[in-house]
């Protein structure tokens, strides 16, 4: 069964920091393109991260200069390391894959509280 797991969740204050985890199970190329997205509560979904097969990286605006998203291949793991957070990082947060197609995580839950 191919999928995508998040971990590395929780809750944090203002100016901490968190690494998420995107971890891929079942076909390895899965998490060769990862993209890491963000949905705070009545707020649409927005592109955080990229890490592509190259190990090319793209940032949305918001979070450059604070995250970092790199891979280990042997591990067929993506991390997303977030420093100096802010009360508005929080949201879900979910990876997916470029390479296949509808293959999405469950999520992992960031809260920064001010």
């Known amino acids: 069964q191919v999928q995508l797991v998040e971990s590395g969740g929780g809750s944090v204050q203002a100016g901490g920091s968190l690494r998420l985890s995107c971890a891929g199970y079942g076909y390895a190329h899965c998490t060769y393109d990862i993209r890491w997205y963000r949905q705070a509560p009545g707020e649409e979904r927005e592109f955080v991260a990229r890490?592509?097969?190259?190990?090319?990286?793209t940032y949305a605006d918001s979070v450059k200069g604070r995250f970092t998203i790199s891979r280990d291949n042997a591990k067929n793991t993506v991390y997303l390391q977030m420093n100096s957070l802010k009360s508005e990082d929080t949201a879900m947060y979910t990876c997916?894959?470029?390479?296949?197609?509808?293959?999405w995580g469950q999520g992992t839950q960031v809260t920064v509280s001010s």
């Open positions: 997916t894959s470029g390479r296949c197609p509808g293959l």
């Open positions: 890490i592509d097969s190259d190990s090319s990286t």
